[in-house]
């Protein structure tokens, strides 16, 4: 079965400081994408950052970095220099390949920046 | 221009009742999906529409219908509404069938009393 956990339900951080949310999930594709989504109160999905599985090197949008590890089937989102406006909800999601673009969501992680 | 739009915002039922919701995706966007978000959870995958046919269905009873419409808004509707039925009802625009860059509307609340 395909899944993605998310081990930590709630992360809390000062502001400026870095933090580091934990990510595995299970797939038998060879090819498929890695995803985290932040869910501010507003309740929108917004994509933060992607991962095409066949890239080594982890993919960055300027303060969020990733850190895959295929092997492990590790997915960790890093956020430098954390911003109030990073308080949410974290989803990591993979694809569940085929001809759709279906996604699986872990059970997310809150995260809180403090002043 | 404008995202991903979805009607109503929040919507009280009791059980029983049906419900339809509404969802239009971003212009251009071919595809749209479904998703259901209990309190606590991720997202569950319910249902993609893509060219008005559907090209995938997650693991929910038949009570969950939907159709996409010639200009791509779409419409999930439920009928016979259970308690467990409450949750946050996502709908998501993209591209094609399988590009992988999905846009998220804001969600309707569906409460069922």
């Known amino acids: 079965a395909q899944t993605v956990t998310q081990s930590q339900p709630e992360m809390s951080v000062q502001e400026a400081e870095t933090v580091t949310l934990s990510c595995t999930y299970d797939t038998s594709e060879n090819n498929y994408y890695l995803f985290w989504y932040k869910q501010p109160p507003s309740r929108q999905m917004i994509l933060v950052i992607r991962q095409e599985a066949y890239k080594q090197q982890n993919a960055t949008e300027n303060r969020f970095s990733v850190n895959f590890q295929k092997a492990a089937k590790s997915f960790s989102l890093k956020i430098s220099d954390s911003q109030l406006g990073d308080t949410a909800m974290y989803f990591c999601?993979?694809?569940?390949?085929?001809?759709?673009?279906?996604?699986?969501f872990g059970t997310g992680t809150l995260l809180a920046v403090q002043p | 221009d404008a995202g991903v739009t979805q009607s109503p915002t929040h919507l009280i039922k009791t059980r029983g009742q049906q419900v339809t919701l509404r969802c239009s995706p971003i212009?251009?966007?071919?595809?749209v999906s479904w998703y259901q978000q209990v309190l606590g959870q991720g997202p569950q995958f319910i249902f993609q529409?893509?060219?008005?046919?559907?090209?995938g269905r997650g693991n929910f009873p038949d009570r969950f219908s939907a159709r996409q419409f010639p200009n791509y808004s779409s419409e999930l509707n439920v009928n016979a509404l259970l308690l467990g039925d409450s949750a946050l009802y996502l709908c998501?625009?993209?591209?094609?069938?399988?590009?992988?860059?999905?846009?998220f509307g804001s969600g309707t609340q569906l409460s069922v009393l």
């Open positions: 998501a625009s993209s591209f094609d069938r399988t590009n992988e860059k999905l846009f």
């Open positions: 999601a993979h694809d569940y390949g085929g001809a759709t673009n279906k996604l699986i």
């Open positions: 212009s251009g966007h071919k595809s």
């Open positions: 529409y893509y060219e008005k046919e559907e090209r």
